[in-house]
């Protein structure tokens, strides 16, 4: 089916064809038994607690059921549908909010309604147990592979974030568009991604790592905020995600080396040399191509091969010294800290520009 939701075509035909084909395949679930759905998205409601939306695949839902929803658990305190409205039950492909869960779900979690609450902690401790083994760091690799990871590591800078936001999808998006602009060079690290308002544990992780804190919607309590001015952390708060990123590539594109980058200025041939008390040698020259400038770097070619590099002392024009000397002009010219210079040698005069780079 062609859609386009930006035109605003075609949503009809497929929600047409989505209905005929159920009918066609006689897609049915079963109502009469234990519910079985999984979590769409997860958030920390300031009134309410955790809340989950759940779409209900097998079974029906009802209030007062003790469900295992990933690795959190809960007694069903309420239903509520997408009006706000209290339910009793939701059978299968109703969407419903949930409230009674001990803690946020990750989106994407099966939900599925046990006996009682002692197998629904067994199930949860199980899962939280093994949440826990997948993010410690596995045994050590072998001695090359450690080598290896360990010049990577050195050769690669890295950005350490924590990331608070309203609601679990909001902070994995944001985590996955943060990770994505790592290059080889740089970095991003999220060390935490969490649902609901920054407190003290949360600003004492960022002072520990040295990592910023990131508020999407949410916002600090007042003694985290309290800690946060006395620790010196930095806390930002956003509204648009956008916003965030750019940020964050701000602070990666800072941590970047900068660029040198050579500017050809131009060339003069040494007409003949001159040895002046109390100076040395000094070349008379004349400004074949470009521009030569005081303070510029130079090169001293000899036979095209550099023999010298350095910058220049001296510059000048008649008995007067002066800043720049364009082409077709003769001048005088000294080395910094080196006298080894011919008659028919030629100047090659550069400046080296900083560029600051970006991601």
Known sequence: VEVSATKKIGLDKLLETILLQSELLELRANPNRSAEGA????????GKGPVATVLVQKGTLKRGDIVVAGAEWGRVRALMNERGQQLSDAGPSVPVEILGLTGVPDPGDVVVV??????????????????????????PKSSLESMLQRIKDQETKELPVIIKAD???????????????????????????????????????????????LAF???????????????????RYYS??????????????????PERKEVFLGYANILQVFQITR???????????????????VRLLRDDVV??????????????????VTSG???????????????GDQIECFEIQIVQRSL
């Open 39 to 46: 979590v769409i998205e997860a958030q920390l409601d300031k």
């Open 114 to 139: 046990v006996e009682n609450e002692q197998r629904a902690r067994e199930v949860t401790e199980f899962r939280a147990r093994k949440k826990r083994d997948k993010a410690t760091v596995t045994g």
């Open 167 to 213: 609601v679990q999808g909001s902070a994995e998006a944001i985590a996955a568009a943060v990770e994505k602009m790592s290059t080889d060079e740089i970095r991003a690290r999220v060390l935490q991604q969490t649902v609901g308002g920054i407190n003290e544990s949360d600003v004492l992780l960022a002072k520990n790592t040295g990592a910023p804190l």
């Open 217 to 235: 919607n949410v916002r600090a309590s007042k003694p985290a905020r309290d800690l946060a001015e006395r620790e010196g952390v930095e806390i």
């Open 240 to 257: 648009i995600i956008y916003n965030l990123i750019d940020d964050v590539k701000g602070l990666m594109s800072g941590m970047l080396e």
């Open 279 to 297: 100076v040395g040698k000094v070349a008379g020259c004349r400004v074949t191509e470009g521009v030569v400038r005081r303070g510029m770097g």
């Open 307 to 324: 023999i010298h590099e350095g910058k220049l002392s001296t510059l000048k024009r008649f008995k007067d010294e002066v800043a720049e």
């Open 329 to 343: 002009m003769e001048c005088g010219m000294a080395f910094e800290r080196y006298e080894d210079i011919r008659e």
